[in-house]
C-alpha cells in the first residue's frame, strides 16, 4: 500500500490531522494490511495508531470490528484500544485505532489477564445470548441471531445452530468434511443439551476470538484485548479459543477462578467450543485441520 494513499486515507477519515510520518508495517495478522503511524493534530499532540486496510467489501468486517472494540471498551473491566475511525476511501475499506505500545510481560502478567477477564465476565451478566448484529470470526461470518436465555436449552440450541451447524454447512459447502465428520458433528448438534449440562444459566460479554496474539501486553505491564469477534454467552465459551491457541499458563486459569470460578466441569464442556474454533480454522485455511476436527469431535463423543 502506498504511504501517500494512507496519508491520503488518514486526513480524510481524521480531519484533525496535520502531518504524518514514520510509518512501520505491523505483523501478525493474516487477514488485513496493518500500519503504525504518528500523526501530529491541530492542537500540537502527536497521537501514535494503527491504521487497518483491506478490499473495500471488508468494510462491515471492520465496522463489526468497530462495534466489537467499542463495547469491549466501555465496559471498563480491561485494557482495549479506542476506535478513531472508519470507513472506505480510495477504493479500500480502513479502520483506524489507537496504537497500543507494547511491553514485556512480567511474571504476573497472566494473573493479571485471568483476573481482568473475569471481571469483564462478571460486569457484563445478563440474560442476553448472541447479539443484535452478525460478525466475523476471522473473515468467517459468525451468526449472532439474538434471544434471551429464557430456558435450559437456549444456550444449547444456540451453539447447535449458530456455532457448530453453521461451520459444518460452511465445510460441507467447501468440500472440506469428510463423511466421519460430517456424521460426528450432528450427533455432537443432537446432543448439545446433554454436552453443555452443568453451566451455569448466566451469560457474559464475550470477546470471542482470545488466541495469543490478540491479548498483548501494554507499555506498563496490562493485558489489552483487541480484534474482537464478540457476542453474550456462556462465559465458558471464551476458553475454547483460549485452550486451543491461547497458550495461558495455570496462573491465568488460577486468577480467573479465584476472581470468578467456573462452574464444575467447565474442561471437558469447553471441548465443543474448541471444537467450533477448530472448524473455524478448516473452513478458512483448509484440510490442514481435518484431523483436529475429526478427533475433537471423537472426544466429545466418547
Known amino acids: 500500500m502506498p504511504a501517500s ?16 510520518a514514520n510509518m512501520t508495517l505491523v505483523g501478525g495478522g493474516c487477514i488485513s494490511d ?45 485494557g482495549v484500544p479506542e476506535v478513531l475511525a472508519s470507513g ?5 475499506a480502513w479502520l483506524v485505532t489507537q496504537w497500543i505500545e ?9 494473573a493479571k489477564f485471568g483476573r481482568s477477564l473475569a471481571s469483564l465476565h462478571r460486569s457484563s451478566l445478563g440474560t442476553r445470548i448472541g447479539l443484535d448484529r452478525d460478525n466475523y470470526i476471522g473473515s468467517t461470518r459468525q451468526w449472532n441471531s439474538l434471544r434471551t436465555n429464557s430456558s435450559q436449552s437456549c444456550w444449547p440450541e444456540f451453539v447447535a445452530d449458530q456455532r457448530i451447524r453453521s461451520q459444518l454447512k460452511c465445510a460441507v459447502d467447501q468440500g472440506l468434511a469428510s463423511s466421519q465428520l460430517r456424521q460426528d458433528t450432528e450427533t455432537i448438534i443432537n446432543r448439545m443439551e446433554q454436552l453443555l449440562a452443568g453451566r451455569e444459566d448466566a451469560t457474559s460479554l464475550l470477546h470471542g476470538d482470545l488466541w495469543s496474539g490478540n491479548y498483548p ?25 483460549l485452550r486451543l491457541f491461547g497458550s495461558c499458563p495455570n496462573s491465568f486459569y488460577d486468577a480467573y477462578n479465584d476472581a ?15 471444537l467450533y474454533h477448530l472448524m473455524n480454522h478448516l473452513n478458512m485455511f483448509g484440510v490442514g485441520y481435518l484431523d483436529q476436527c475429526q478427533s475433537t469431535a471423537s472426544n466429545l463423543l466418547s
Not at 45 to 69: M, P, Y
Not at 260 to 274: C, E, H, M, N
Open 5 to 20: 494513499d494512507i496519508e491520503s486515507s488518514l486526513r480524510q477519515l481524521l480531519p484533525s490531522i496535520v502531518t504524518v
Open 34 to 78: 496493518a500500519v503504525r503511524v504518528e500523526v501530529r493534530l491541530r492542537d500540537e499532540t502527536v497521537e501514535t495508531v494503527i491504521v487497518k486496510s483491506n478490499d473495500a467489501s471488508f468494510a462491515d468486517n471492520f465496522e463489526c470490528e468497530r462495534d466489537g472494540l467499542s463495547r469491549l471498551r466501555a465496559a471498563d473491566a480491561i
Open 88 to 92: 472506505v476511501i480510495h477504493g479500500r
Open 102 to 110: 507494547p511491553g514485556k510481560r512480567g511474571t504476573d502478567f497472566f
Open 217 to 241: 501486553c501494554d507499555a506498563v505491564g496490562q493485558p489489552v484485548i483487541i480484534d474482537p469477534a464478540i457476542y453474550y454467552g456462556c462465559r465458558e465459551a471464551e476458553f475454547g479459543m
Open 260 to 274: 470468578f470460578p467456573l462452574a464444575a466441569g467447565w474442561q471437558r464442556r469447553t471441548g465443543v467450543y474448541v
